[in-house]
C-alpha cells in the first residue's frame, strides 16, 4: 500500500462490493468494511484497487436508535428502532450515522442527518415512508457510503408491523430512504432490505398510519425533530 491508500494485490478481486471480517477488539472493533472500486486491471494476474473503510462494532449487541416526531408541528412522541448490526452491518451503520448525523454534510451540499426531514408517503395498512433528506419528496436520498450502495441481503423478512427496511429510489438504489411496515408485507421480500425493527412507539405509527392516504399523500406534515442513538 502507498501513502494514498492505493494497494496492488496478486489474484482476482472479491466478487462483491462488501468485504467484511472480524478483528482484534482490543485495536478498533470487532467488525470493519471495506468499499472497494476496480478499474481495469493492471495485468492478468494483478489487479488495482482504493477503498475506504468503515468500521461497525458488532461485539456490543444490535444499537438501538430513536426519532421524536412531530405532527403539523405537535410533538406526537418518540420511536425506537433496533438495528440488526448482526446480519445486516452495512445496512444499519448507514441508517444509524443518519440518526447521529455525524457524517456531516454530503456529496450534494446537504447534512447527512435524518433530523427535519419528513414522511412524504403514508399508506394506511401497508407502510409509512420517509428518509429522502436531499429532496423530501421520494426523489432523491444519500448514503453515508455515497449517493447510493448495494443490497447487502435479504436474510430478514418483512414479517409484520414495526419492520424497517429499505425503499429504494426510482433508480432502484439504496441510499438513505427508508420504510415501517404496519403490516406484514411479505411482497417486499427479496426486493427491500430488512434491517431493524420498532420496539417502542407503535402508538406512534398508529398515529401517523391514520393520517395516510390512498395515494401516499399525507393529510399532515409528519417531521423527525429530533434523532440520535440510544445505545
Avoid at 28 to 43: A, D, G, K, Q
Avoid at 198 to 215: E, N, T, W
Amino acid at each position: 500500500m502507498n501513502a494514498n491508500g492505493t494497494k496492488y494485490i496478486k489474484g482476482a478481486p472479491p466478487l462483491g462490493g462488501h468485504l467484511a471480517f472480524k478483528g482484534n477488539r482490543k485495536t478498533v472493533s470487532p467488525h470493519f468494511i471495506y468499499h472497494f472500486h476496480f478499474p481495469l486491471p493492471l495485468s492478468t494476474s494483478t489487479f488495482h484497487y482504493t477503498f475506504s473503510l468503515f468500521v461497525v462494532d458488532t461485539g456490543m449487541g444490535n444499537p438501538r436508535v430513536f426519532f421524536d416526531l412531530s405532527i403539523d408541528g405537535i410533538p406526537a412522541g418518540r420511536i425506537v428502532i433496533e438495528l440488526f448490526v448482526d446480519s445486516t452491518p452495512i445496512t444499519a451503520e448507514n441508517f444509524r450515522a443518519l440518526c447521529t448525523g455525524e457524517k456531516g454534510i454530503g456529496t450534494v451540499g446537504k447534512p447527512l442527518h435524518y433530523k427535519g426531514s419528513t414522511f412524504h408517503r403514508v399508506i394506511p395498512g401497508y407502510m409509512v415512508h420517509g428518509g429522502d433528506i436531499t429532496e423530501g419528496n421520494g426523489t432523491g436520498g444519500e448514503s453515508i457510503y455515497g449517493p447510493s450502495f448495494a443490497d447487502e441481503n435479504f436474510v430478514r423478512k418483512h414479517i409484520g408491523p414495526g419492520i424497517l427496511s429499505m425503499a429504494k429510489t426510482s433508480t432502484l438504489a439504496n441510499g438513505s430512504q427508508f420504510c415501517i411496515c404496519t403490516t406484514k408485507t411479505e411482497w417486499l421480500d427479496r426486493k427491500q432490505v430488512v434491517f431493524g425493527e420498532m420496539v417502542k412507539g407503535f402508538d406512534v405509527l398508529k398515529a401517523i398510519d391514520q393520517i395516510g392516504s390512498s395515494s401516499g399523500l399525507p393529510s399532515k406534515t409528519v417531521m423527525i425533530i429530533d434523532c440520535g442513538q440510544l445505545c
